[in-house]
């Protein structure tokens, strides 16, 4: 008699999982559920949690040093790069807050819009977003360009809000940034280049944030 809810033929008969540790499901689930908790709570410092969560999962599952010393290897391939990758995002990141472009670029932006468009400010700040969180981070956008555009248009009748509801469009564009360290670890794991990954998402992204600031405007969100 076939045990309900078990294919023999199906997918699992076809799976060979050497590394599987059916008897340590529960304990597992507790190593993954208790770290993810602590990052929430903000307990200790991230890297912390995941490097000791890391290291009890490993003598855990894999008690000799030579199965330790294996799974490591059998990852290097896919996390030695993403690392090297997140570095040097971070690298420039630095580079732009720390020389003063983010500021100058602020600046620049505000003098070359004309006048008349100031009552458009929520629409050039959407539209703006869209290529600016991609080059550059979340944090040189909204902490450095959006505030001077925000002063700006408080002179119009403008308020931070809409100014704020209109540059979050950019953000469905921003996840594919290769200044996003959680993107660039999720293209190495599955091993897509970035280029071909670009080449498909950077348009239907910005397809997506163009919806989103005509759709905030036609309903009262910001002024357009």
């Known amino acids: 008699m076939r045990h309900p809810g078990r294919d023999p033929g199906g997918l699992d008969a076809h799976l060979e999982r050497p590394n599987a540790r059916p ?21 200790v410092e991230p890297v912390v949690i995941l490097m000791v969560a890391t290291a009890i999962a490993l ?8 199965q330790q010393s294996e799974q490591i290897k059998a990852h290097a391939g896919s996390v030695v790069p993403v690392v090297g990758l997140v570095f040097a995002a971070s690298v420039l990141t630095g580079v732009l807050s720390g020389t003063g472009m983010v500021e100058a670029m602020a600046q620049w932006l505000v003098s070359i819009i004309p006048n008349s468009m ?14 600016l969180t991609f080059f550059m981070s979340n944090d040189a956008f909204f902490f450095g360009v959006l505030p001077v555009l925000t002063e700006t248009a408080t002179h119009y009748g403008i308020t931070a809000d809409e100014m704020a509801r209109a540059a979050i469009i950019g953000q469905p564009l921003h996840q594919s940034s290769p200044l996003v360290a959680s993107f660039l670890l999720l293209v190495g ?11 498909k998402a950077i348009w239907r992204a910005s397809v997506a944030g163009l919806a989103m600031l005509l759709v905030g405007g036609l309903v009262g969100a910001y002024p357009i």
């Open 23 to 43: 008897r340590l499901v529960w304990v597992n689930f507790a190593l993954t559920a208790a770290p993810m908790t602590m990052l929430v709570l903000d307990v």
């Open 189 to 199: 794991l599955a091993k897509v280049e970035l280029g071909d990954h670009h080449r």
């Open 59 to 66: 003598v855990i599952n894999f008690p000799r040093v030579a």
């Open 118 to 131: 100031g009552p458009h400010l929520p629409l050039i700040a959407g539209l703006l977003s869209l290529p």
